[in-house]
Protein backbone atom coordinates (compact mmCIF):
# COMPACT_ATOMS: atom_id res chain seq x y z
CA UNK A 1 0.00 0.00 0.00
CA UNK A 2 1.15 3.28 -1.14
CA UNK A 3 1.42 6.37 1.49
CA UNK A 4 -1.00 8.92 0.90
CA UNK A 5 0.15 12.39 -0.14
CA UNK A 6 -1.71 15.54 0.04
CA UNK A 7 -3.00 17.35 -3.20
CA UNK A 8 -0.99 19.89 -4.33
CA UNK A 9 -2.03 23.30 -5.71
CA UNK A 10 -0.87 22.28 -9.16
CA UNK A 11 -2.58 19.07 -9.17
CA UNK A 12 -5.85 20.73 -7.86
CA UNK A 13 -5.54 23.49 -10.65
CA UNK A 14 -5.30 20.83 -12.83
CA UNK A 15 -8.39 19.00 -11.66
CA UNK A 16 -10.49 22.34 -12.07
CA UNK A 17 -9.35 22.52 -15.61
CA UNK A 18 -10.20 19.12 -16.65
CA UNK A 19 -13.22 19.16 -15.14
CA UNK A 20 -13.98 22.67 -16.67
CA UNK A 21 -14.41 20.78 -19.98
CA UNK A 22 -17.68 18.93 -18.26
CA UNK A 23 -19.56 22.01 -17.87
CA UNK A 24 -22.19 23.49 -19.12
CA UNK A 25 -21.47 27.50 -20.29
CA UNK A 26 -23.74 27.73 -17.53
CA UNK A 27 -22.35 26.10 -15.38
CA UNK A 28 -19.03 27.59 -16.19
CA UNK A 29 -20.35 31.05 -15.29
CA UNK A 30 -21.63 29.88 -12.46
CA UNK A 31 -18.38 28.34 -11.25
CA UNK A 32 -16.22 31.21 -12.34
CA UNK A 33 -18.66 33.84 -10.54
CA UNK A 34 -17.95 32.25 -7.15
CA UNK A 35 -14.40 30.50 -7.88
CA UNK A 36 -11.73 31.83 -5.53
CA UNK A 37 -7.51 32.18 -6.02
CA UNK A 38 -7.11 28.67 -4.04
CA UNK A 39 -6.79 28.57 -0.28
CA UNK A 40 -5.65 26.35 2.24
CA UNK A 41 -8.34 25.37 5.02
CA UNK A 42 -7.65 23.33 8.17
CA UNK A 43 -9.66 19.80 7.92
CA UNK A 44 -9.84 17.45 10.98
CA UNK A 45 -9.60 13.92 9.81
CA UNK A 46 -8.68 10.89 11.76
CA UNK A 47 -7.50 13.09 14.86
CA UNK A 48 -5.03 14.69 12.65
CA UNK A 49 -4.96 18.09 11.58
CA UNK A 50 -4.37 18.40 7.41
CA UNK A 51 -5.27 20.93 4.84
CA UNK A 52 -7.35 21.36 1.87
CA UNK A 53 -8.03 23.68 -0.77
CA UNK A 54 -10.84 25.57 -1.29
CA UNK A 55 -12.06 26.31 -5.01
CA UNK A 56 -14.90 28.58 -4.41
CA UNK A 57 -16.98 30.55 -1.98
CA UNK A 58 -20.77 31.58 -2.13
CA UNK A 59 -22.99 32.85 0.76
CA UNK A 60 -22.13 31.03 3.93
CA UNK A 61 -21.24 27.88 2.18
CA UNK A 62 -17.59 26.55 0.29
CA UNK A 63 -16.58 24.53 -2.26
CA UNK A 64 -13.25 22.51 -1.54
CA UNK A 65 -11.00 19.63 -3.33
CA UNK A 66 -11.55 16.95 -0.56
CA UNK A 67 -7.69 15.23 -1.32
CA UNK A 68 -8.05 11.91 0.93
CA UNK A 69 -11.57 10.80 -1.16
CA UNK A 70 -10.44 12.36 -3.83
CA UNK A 71 -13.76 14.74 -5.10
CA UNK A 72 -14.84 17.88 -4.37
CA UNK A 73 -17.19 18.63 -1.39
CA UNK A 74 -19.26 21.19 -0.49
CA UNK A 75 -19.94 22.59 3.55
CA UNK A 76 -21.58 25.57 5.27
CA UNK A 77 -19.81 23.91 8.27
CA UNK A 78 -16.33 26.28 8.39
CA UNK A 79 -15.14 28.81 10.20
CA UNK A 80 -11.96 30.93 10.53
CA UNK A 81 -9.98 29.05 7.32
CA UNK A 82 -11.23 25.71 9.51
CA UNK A 83 -13.63 22.83 8.49
CA UNK A 84 -15.47 22.32 10.98
CA UNK A 85 -16.70 18.40 10.45
CA UNK A 86 -15.13 16.37 8.16
CA UNK A 87 -17.93 15.05 5.96
CA UNK A 88 -16.13 13.79 2.86
CA UNK A 89 -17.36 11.05 1.42
CA UNK A 90 -19.09 12.16 -1.70
CA UNK A 91 -15.83 11.58 -3.85
CA UNK A 92 -18.16 14.12 -6.80
CA UNK A 93 -16.27 15.44 -10.19
CA UNK A 94 -16.43 18.96 -10.62
CA UNK A 95 -19.45 19.09 -12.56
CA UNK A 96 -21.43 16.63 -10.10
CA UNK A 97 -20.58 19.12 -7.00
CA UNK A 98 -21.58 22.70 -9.22
CA UNK A 99 -24.64 20.60 -10.09
CA UNK A 100 -25.05 20.19 -6.71
CA UNK A 101 -24.42 23.43 -5.45
CA UNK A 102 -26.28 25.19 -8.29
CA UNK A 103 -29.83 23.69 -6.87
CA UNK A 104 -28.89 23.50 -3.56
CA UNK A 105 -28.37 19.73 -3.00
CA UNK A 106 -25.54 19.07 -0.63
CA UNK A 107 -25.34 17.63 2.98
Do not use: C, H
Not at 21 to 50: A, C, G, H, T
Not at 76 to 92: R, V
Request: zero cysteines; aromatic letters at 14%.
Amino acid sequence: MSDWVPASKKFVLSLIEQGKQDLSQKDIKFFNKYSVPLEKYKILRNDKVEEVFVVAKKDNQILYYEDVEEGFEITTNFSDKTILEYGGTNQDTLSVAIYKWGKGMFQ
